[in-house]
């Protein structure tokens, strides 16, 4: 799995130099969401650090101890988020990719409060607007954004979008850039197992990549 990983890392690597962009620049998120704590640990003895989990109840069974065994571990939530788990979600996660409502906004500012943790937040983009998947509209994401910064006191950092499984990626990471340049952001989370490097080709700062690395998951995510 450590091969995998160095492949990986390899190729993030080719794509931000083909960029023009340093290697560095990209953080590269392993998905450890339904793999086991053993199937992480050659990972984290391999010397990486930042992972993204989809489950609350998961990330709270199986990373504390992860955590204390790894010092520097850099988790972050990339699956959608009910309101009524904001503080678990503070409290467990460095990084959360998918702020997409006013509710959940308003209960991220509660949590934020109330633990004095602040962990770095991103609003999730439905670029493909589709009726099923979480996130805000594009035409509507700027007048979200100016509602978390003025009426929840959020700070959001950058964007995260999920394109459409048929449909050619790079138009929905260009759009994602756009909107991300328009409002001053700088993080941008797109890219997958799949697609990573066209997203690093189109400014992504974190990709977020699982099959390629653990392999085909057990269960549907």
């Not at 788990?85 to 467990?92: F, G, I, P, Y």
């Not at 983009?125 to 979200?144: A, H, I, L, S, Y």
């Not at 850039?177 to 400014?203: H, K, T, V, W, Y």
Request: glycine share 10%; net charge negative.
């Amino acid at each position: 799995m450590s091969d995998q990983l160095k492949a990986v890392e390899a190729e993030v690597g080719r794509a931000a130099e083909d960029a023009g962009r340093e290697p560095s620049a990209v953080s590269l998120i392993a998905v450890s969401k339904t793999v086991p704590a053993g199937g992480i640990r050659p990972l984290l003895e391999a010397g990486h650090r930042c992972f993204g989990e989809n489950y609350i109840q998961e990330t709270g069974a199986k990373w504390p101890d992860l955590r204390e065994a790894y010092p520097g571990c850099e988790l972050h939530l990339i699956g959608p988020l009910q309101s009524n788990k904001a503080r678990e979600a503070v409290t467990l996660f460095d990084v959360i990719h998918t702020v997409d409502r006013p509710s959940l906004a308003a209960a991220l500012a509660k949590a934020m409060d109330q633990t004095g943790r602040q962990p770095i937040l991103l609003c999730q983009v439905n670029t493909g607007e589709e009726p099923q998947k979480g996130g805000v509209p594009p035409g509507e994401t700027d007048e979200f954004l100016r509602r978390c910064r003025d009426e929840y006191g959020l700070k959001i950092e950058g964007l995260m979008c999920i394109p459409p499984f048929a449909d050619a990626p790079s138009p929905h990471f260009a759009l994602l850039r756009s909107i991300a340049e328009r409002n001053g952001l700088p993080l941008l989370s797109m890219g997958m197992s799949s697609d990573f490097s066209a997203a690093i080709q189109l400014g992504a700062t974190h990709v977020r990549v699982g099959t390629a690395i653990f392999g085909e998951r057990s269960r549907a995510a």
